[in-house]
């Protein structure tokens, strides 16, 4: 059945996926959102980020009028279902930031109410949907479960793959009693072909951020095994290569030196806020968080380097977004070591100058674009013989598995694809 859903935080990188699957589902969405100037680019029909096949489906839905934009919260009270998925980011003592969520409960009190289903889908620290409950049950006087409906169901997608995802993933519902759950789930069985689980609210704020966690703690022990392998100038690729071919309990990702992003950063702070053994999720954080400091003593240990360039700034390949990205801490370790340091981005406008790498004596492949993959153009931007590559991901086929710790000279490379042509030219 179509109903009015009203989205808050719509143009975020979240909210905006789930509008245009709402809406492409034939509901009435209005997206909500305080920034308007994002209400504005959204609402002429631009996606403000990277989101794989979006703009043609916000089209789609802005056209036959199924997604309204607008910075206007009073929309809230013709909604059947309001769903909240604004940021919650962590302060400067690393704690999570729930005012701005209460705020907005506040903000929506007179268009509460009656029949009305809530979901809350930002990523929140346990106990938050309960907070929120109790928020929501003294300023309106409703009852949730029996005058209105209230569930907590976590966005798991990946960012910049929301549209394909969305529909995909099972969905994990939070809810205090059934009747919550059910309309959650006939909610969600209009544009979700997958199943709804049940838990209860702090069972699926935890199964949220320990799916994330579980990501992060993987990559650390991947980051670690690199280090490890440095130590003993063996080629960590080589290992993982072989240890997971045709061998199915070997099942780690690429170490990579920009383990991070808004979500990773910061959702295990969420995760370990109130529990007294914290050390897996600080230990990973730690390792993940120092990988720019071993790639800074790296370079340290060369002299004759003088001049440095991040390749990526973003956290993430294929993304726009650098929230959070260790290429910036990077920089900044350079910058203080007194380096000349330069970044290059092929996704952000502001550091997409190919002048920034030439001449660079180290390059720093922080973010694998798949811009990046051919080595030799990256070489020929660079144009310096005595080019020191640090490749911590193995990104690049030619040298994956020749690499000394992740790195190599530019006439190391010349070596391998010289010796490949010849060889080309003798089976000719
Ligand atoms: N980025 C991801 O891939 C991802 C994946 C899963 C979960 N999450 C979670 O989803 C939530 C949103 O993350 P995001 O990356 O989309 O953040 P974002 O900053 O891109 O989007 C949040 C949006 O909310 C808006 N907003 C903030 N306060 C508001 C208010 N009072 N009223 C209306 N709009 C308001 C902002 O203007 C912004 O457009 C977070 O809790 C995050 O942890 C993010």
Known sequence: MEQTVAVVGAAGHVGLGLSVCAADAGHHVFGIDIDESAVAT?????????????????????????????????????????????????DENLNPVILPLLRLLATLKPHFRKGQLIILRSTVSPGTAETVRTTIEN?????????????????????????????????????????????????????????????????????????????????AIANEFSLIAKEYDANVHRIFDACSFEYPRFNLPAPGPNVAGPCLFKDGFFLIERVPFPELVLTAFKINESMPMHIFKMIKSKPEIHKVVILGLTFKAGNDDTRYSLSFKLKKLLEAGGYEVSGFDPLLPDWNDRQALRGSECAVLMTPHAQFADLGSVMDWIAEERCWYIDLWG??????????????????????????????????
């Open 42 to 90: 959204v609402s002429a029909g631009k996606v403000p980020f990277v989101e794989d096949g979006a703009e043609e489906a916000l089209h789609r839905v802005l056209s036959n009028g199924c997604l309204t934009m607008t910075t206007d919260n009073s929309v809230v009270a013709r909604s059947d279902v309001v769903i909240v998925i604004m940021g919650t980011p962590i």
């Open 139 to 219: 300023l309106t006087g409703l009852e949730v479960g029996r005058d209105l409906y209230l569930v907590f169901a976590p966005e798991r997608v990946v960012q910049g793959k929301s549209l394909q995802e969305i529909p995909r993933l099972p969905q994990l519902v939070g809810a205090y009693e059934d009747a919550s759950f059910l309309r959650a789930e006939e909610f969600f069985g209009t544009f979700i072909r997958n199943k709804c689980l049940q838990l209860t609210p702090v069972e699926a704020e935890l199964g949220k951020l320990m799916c994330n966690m579980a990501r992060y703690v993987t990559f």
């Open 395 to 428: 990104f690049w086929p030619e040298m994956r598995s020749r690499s000394q710790g992740g790195c190599f000279y530019a006439h190391d490379v010349e070596a391998v694809m010289g010796a490949r042509e010849a060889r080309g030219k003798a089976a000719a």
